[in-house]
């Protein structure tokens, strides 16, 4: 039973590089959820999609896409690294509307220099 | 818009003691409140959550956590603390008044909880 699956677990860029981040669940939820997790911080949404197809502005959207390719997967993509987006990325993945429980992954740990 | 307040980013108690984690919330409209723990190099896990009805809620490991509406506040409790609760404590709520309903969580900074042996 994997659940909520992230890859990769650690990455280092160098200012300017892009890179993409993947999630994936095996859960058939609807929606799916991009955090940041910064120290003082606690969780900050990025991105969130209710559904294949949709995708909405979180609270700090700026500097990043995501793609909801199919109901499993969820991708945020950062085109220009800075080191301000060094972080922990989490995925996330609720069952239906309105519940508020979510279902993490394991986190990306990246690395902006 | 929402907010969280957790008071405390580090609590420390002893093995067997009362564990008290506490949190606040910002709200014209009853939210839904929820408490996530999230061990070293893992991401979170609801570790309890109310919505409607009994303002007194029990989840796993023993924690339970009270809705108080006028005090604003939904802190988490344990009674005896043991050494595998060593965790962040992350308080969160739902945001009913935005497009999302109750399903967009605004999350607090975390508490951080060490237990002394």
């Known amino acids: 039973n994997a659940g909520v699956t992230q890859t990769p677990k650690f990455q280092v860029l160098k200012t300017g590089q892009s890179m993409t981040l993947q999630c994936a669940q095996d859960m058939n939820h609807n929606s799916m959820y991009w955090y940041r997790q910064d120290p003082g911080m606690g969780l900050r949404l990025i991105y969130y999609?209710?559904?294949?197809?949709?995708?909405d502005k979180g609270e700090v959207p700026n500097g990043y896409n995501v793609s909801r390719l199919n109901k499993r997967e969820f991708s945020l993509r950062l085109e220009s690294a800075a080191p301000s987006q060094t972080s922990v990325y989490f995925c996330?993945?609720?069952?239906?509307?309105?519940?508020?429980?979510?279902?993490f992954g394991e986190g990306s740990r990246l690395t902006v220099l | 818009a929402q907010s969280v307040t957790q008071l405390g980013s580090h609590v420390s108690v002893s093995e067997g003691a009362l564990v008290l984690l506490r949190c606040n919330y910002s709200?014209?409209?009853?939210?839904?409140l929820f408490w996530y723990v999230q061990y070293p190099n893992q991401g979170l896990q609801l570790l309890l959550k109310?919505?409607?009805?009994?303002?007194l809620v029990k989840g796993i490991n023993g924690f339970e956590a009270e809705f108080k509406k006028s005090e604003t506040s939904f802190h988490l409790t344990k009674p005896s603390a043991h050494m595998s609760d060593a965790a962040e404590y992350f308080c969160a709520v739902s945001d009913p008044g935005s497009n999302f309903g109750n399903e967009k969580l605004t999350f607090g900074t975390g508490t951080r909880l060490t237990i002394i042996p």
């Open positions: 999609s209710a559904s294949e197809g949709t995708t």
């Open positions: 996330a993945s609720s069952p239906t509307r309105n519940t508020g429980e979510l279902f």
């Open positions: 109310y919505t409607t009805g009994a303002t």
């Open positions: 709200s014209s409209v009853p939210p839904y």
